[in-house]
């Protein structure tokens, strides 16, 4: 039975707005949640942060010149000595530098049948590895997580698709993953890919990708991501899927304050009056 965290979730508006709107904390915010919640469900907290990590991996790993993110959750000293603490992180995270760098076992059968390098589509390391990590992610036994990162990849792989078309690219290699769904993708010839009726975010996404406005057009993908988190929890009211979607939307706003201080501002506040309004007692409670 899920556990529920009926004070968490209610107090959710005051924990966040104790925070300056200028001064945000993810890490702070994070922590805090750490403290009051059962470490396995922490575990799934941490589960949405692994893309900091994957960033962190891929600019060790690819030797880019870019400042550590503080907000992974493996700190920037493992990276020192990597390979001695290879075992420290996500097994998609060993696998990938194992075959990356040639040094995983050749003499394995099983290993050589699952190469990431043998698809008949030739990929980039980088879509390979978050091939991996769509493939680790989605053994989670949380239905948030799961829904949350299957629409995460349509979603990305949707984007790929739309701007592959207007810039007249080659969309196969830059898909991440492989199947029906990909497949239509590369080969549909129609406005919406045929996929109209399967994907229901599909036409307010195309609307979205029309704004010329760069700035309001990552905004607008921004909140469509807010709401789809909203529509995986609509009947969750105080278990961890709850405190998912939330931590969610923190990182939109945690984005947001970096990118435009005034959207930032903005996107602050709505998550503070969503929190409001959405953690009031349901009426089911009231019965």
Same mark, same amino acid.
Not at 3 to 31: C, H, M, S, T
Not at 153 to 181: D, H, T, W
Not at 208 to 216: K, M
């Given at each position: ?15 966040? #707005? ?7 904390? /993810?890490?702070? /915010? ?5 403290e009051s919640i059962h470490p396995d469900d922490f575990k799934l907290v941490e589960k ?6 994957? @960033?962190?991996? =891929?600019?060790?790993? %690819? ?9 992974? $959750?493996?700190? @920037? *000293? ?9 075992? *420290? ?5 060993? &696998?990938?530098?194992l075959s990356f760098t040639g040094k995983n076992d050749e003499s394995d059968e099983e ?38 990162? $299957? ?13 592959? +078309?207007?810039?007249? !690219? @080659?969309? !196969? ?8 769904? #990909? &497949?239509?993708?590369? +080969? ?9 009726? *399967? #994907? ?6 195309? =609307? ?8 309001? +057009? ?19 009211? %105080?278990?961890? $899927?709850?405190? /998912? ?9 945690? +984005? ?14 709505? /998550? ?7 953690? @009031? ?7």
């Open positions: 039975m899920a556990r529920e965290y009926y004070y968490l979730i209610a107090g959710l508006p005051d924990l966040f #707005i104790d925070q300056e709107r200028k001064d945000f904390n /993810l890490v702070k /915010l994070k922590d805090e949640i750490k949405l942060f692994l893309e900091y990590d994957n @960033e962190n991996f =891929q600019n060790f790993l %690819f030797e880019r010149k870019s400042e550590f993110n503080l907000l992974g $959750n493996y700190p @920037e *000293e493992l990276y020192k000595e990597f390979a001695e603490n290879l075992s *420290e992180f996500p097994e998609y995270i060993q &696998e990938f530098y290993d050589q049948e699952n190469d990431y390098y043998s698809d008949q589509v030739e990929k980039i390391p980088e879509v390979k590895f978050q091939e991996m990590f769509y493939q680790y992610i989605q053994k989670s036994n949380n239905r948030f997580l799961n829904k949350w990162y $299957n629409f995460l990849q349509v979603f990305n792989n949707l984007l790929v698709a739309i701007s592959s +078309r207007k810039n007249s !690219a @080659e969309m !196969a290699p830059q898909m991440v993953g492989e199947g029906e769904l #990909i &497949e239509t993708f590369t +080969r549909s010839q129609a406005a919406d890919f045929g996929l109209k009726r *399967e #994907i229901d975010f599909l036409e307010p996404l195309l =609307q979205i990708t029309e704004q010329t406005d760069i700035i309001e +057009r990552e905004r607008r993908i921004d909140m469509l991501k807010w709401d789809m988190a909203d529509e995986f929890t609509t009947f969750d009211y %105080f278990n961890i $899927n709850k405190i /998912l979607a939330f931590m969610v939307k923190a990182k939109i706003v945690n +984005r947001w304050a970096k990118l435009d201080s005034t959207i930032g501002a903005q996107m602050f506040e709505k /998550l503070v009056t969503d929190l409001r309004e959405t953690y @009031e007692m349901p009426k089911e409670f009231d019965k």
